[in-house]
């Protein structure tokens, strides 16, 4: 048996258990998980937003699909608190997969951004977990691994974690909380994300505009 | 607006997946690609000095098949033998890899336990290794595929097969493998063959090319004699397995076997079901006596067959495409 699992298995109950590490975790990321919700004539969609870090406005990093291009849709964030605002799209990566959306005003107790990990030094294997709504069951964690090192600096995430629709937009995080991708399809089982430093250079040149 | 900082790192899960990537690391350097098939390749393992293990079902020719070796360079192997049984097959390698691959750290059979926490390595391309998460869900007894092959123990994998991954290696936290993993033996399901059946059936392929079948030649059924009969008999069970075909020049037609005879006990052992004989016809009771309690006319009789090999399905299909 691993060292790991000799050590979580003589681990006092409270404070340093698996199972207390993990909620720990998951409402870590509850925190800097949004609800996105947009609201049109033709289309009602739920998914999941990243607040991400920014010197300016707030903003929120969600997926393009997410949020379909509709004239006279209505979008709507909304905090693990419950603190909703209207938001707007300012920008959008079709390839990637990648939407920013901006906050039209700020609520009191509007959470602080993420942190920003790096996707580019995962391992095979390494634990990871993915944070959103899948099919409207507000922010559910699913506990998953690295399926494979990525392939190139830019390369997809790959994830052996289980995701449905309504995870689209949510973040894939490391056990420190760090985002490392922006949950966005399921290929044959896997879950595929964006790697969160792309999703970063897309926000950091947008708002460099 | 500043982002939160990085709080204390999670120390027991943070222990657990620096173990998982170790143990996929390690599993890393025996688990090879095999571009036997068109399209996805599939995975195998550098099992012994200079041979492959591989799922015999993604093996589609025979000779000079591409191998990519775990640091990510490609050689050739050739196929020794398969056994669709185990659905195993293996290979040999045309040159020995040297420090390109090495044999696999292997877990004793006890580690094969409900509830173990068990990762599925697997080398689909070469773009490296991929890995999925799991634990084993159901380990029970010996149990014999519907293709005939008889499998150590049956072991059962709570996680995913992915494309590519069959021939792969079911290790566990420490990197120690446990089996092979294959998903065409029971229609999909995450399955693992253990070390021994692999390294029974490796010897097999490796001496003579393919695993020993014991073969009687007889159709059989189910059936049971009418209580007064088996009273007569003083059998305690009326049960036994009726004889409704024996083929000609067969073990069981030298024996003397007729349609008709109910085989009441085979080798000692009362029998009632035709799974019941095939159960004590091993592969390796090819060439033994086998005592057979028939009831025929109303009497008893005991009959020694001596159990045959049957051919090869690779073998049966040459000679039938000669005759």
């Not at chain 1, 949020?67 to 079709?94: H, T, W």
């Not at chain 2, 492959?52 to 050739?76: D, F, M, W, Y």
Request: include cysteine.
């Amino acid at each position: 048996m691993s060292a790991a699992l000799l050590a979580a298995a003589e681990a006092p109950a409270a404070g340093t258990s698996l199972t207390s590490e993990l909620q720990g975790l998951a409402e870590r990321l509850r925190r800097v998980t949004v609800r996105v919700a947009t609201t049109g004539a033709r289309f009602d969609g739920v998914g999941a937003g990243i607040i991400w870090p920014s010197s300016g406005q707030s903003i929120v990093m969600t997926n393009a699909h997410v949020v379909p291009r509709r004239r006279g849709d209505q979008l709507v964030v909304e905090d693990d608190a419950g603190n909703r605002a209207d938001a707007d799209v300012i920008a959008r990566d079709a390839e990637r997969d990648l939407a920013l959306l901006a906050l039209d005003a700020v609520p009191n107790g509007w959470p602080t951004a993420a942190f920003i990990g790096d996707a580019r030094a995962l391992r095979a294997g390494e634990i990871v977990v993915a944070l959103g709504h899948p099919f409207g069951v507000g922010g559910a964690l699913s506990f998953g691994i690295i399926h494979a090192a990525p392939k190139g600096d830019d390369s997809w995430v790959r994830a052996d974690v289980r995701l449905a629709p309504g995870n689209s937009g949510g973040p894939l995080a490391t056990l420190d909380g760090a985002i490392v991708g922006i949950n966005c399809m399921i290929a044959r089982g896997l879950g595929i994300a964006v790697p969160a430093h792309v999703a970063d250079r897309f926000a950091l040149e947008v708002l460099a505009r | 607006m500043t982002p939160t900082s990085r709080s204390e790192t999670a120390s027991t899960l943070r222990a657990l997946s620096d173990d998982l990537s170790a143990a996929v690391e390690r599993a890393a350097r025996s688990v090879v690609a095999i571009h036997a098939r068109p399209r996805i390749a599939a995975s195998g393992i550098y099992w012994r000095d200079g041979v492959i293990v591989a799922a015999s079902h993604t093996i589609r020719k025979e000779q000079e098949i591409a191998v990519t070796l775990p640091n990510g360079t490609r050689t050739t192997a050739n196929l020794v033998g398969r056994d669709g049984g185990t659905d195993l097959a293996v290979l040999r390698l045309d040159t020995p890899p040297a420090a390109s691959a090495s044999l696999p750290e292997i877990a004793p059979a006890d580690a094969l336990r409900v509830g173990t926490l068990v990762l599925a390595v697997g080398r689909p391309s070469d773009d490296g290794v991929s890995t999925s998460l799991g634990v084993i869900s159901a380990v029970s007894d010996r149990w014999r595929t519907w293709s005939g092959g008889e499998i150590d123990r049956f072991v059962r994998l709570d996680l995913s097969i992915y494309d590519g991954f069959s021939g792969g290696a079911l290790v566990d936290a420490d990197g120690r493998i446990l089996g092979v993993n294959c998903s065409a033996l029971a229609r999909g399901t995450a399955l693992t063959i253990p070390n021994a059946t692999v390294d029974r059936v490796v010897d097999a392929l490796l001496t003579r090319g393919h695993v020993a079948r014991a073969y009687l030649g007889v159709a059989m059924q189910p059936a049971r004699l009418t209580n007064a009969l088996a009273e007569r008999l003083k059998l305690d069970d009326p049960r036994g397995v009726l004889v409704v075909m024996v083929e000609s020049d067969s073990p069981a037609d030298r024996a003397g076997l007729l349609v008709g005879d109910l085989i009441v006990a085979a080798a000692g052992t009362s029998v009632a079901e035709p799974q019941d004989v095939a159960e004590l016809l091993g592969g390796e009771q090819v060439g033994a006596a086998l005592e057979l309690k028939v009831i025929r006319g109303g009497e008893r009789r005991t009959l020694t067959v001596t159990v045959g090999e049957r051919a090869p399905a690779g073998e049966a299909r040459r000679r039938g495409r000669a005759s």
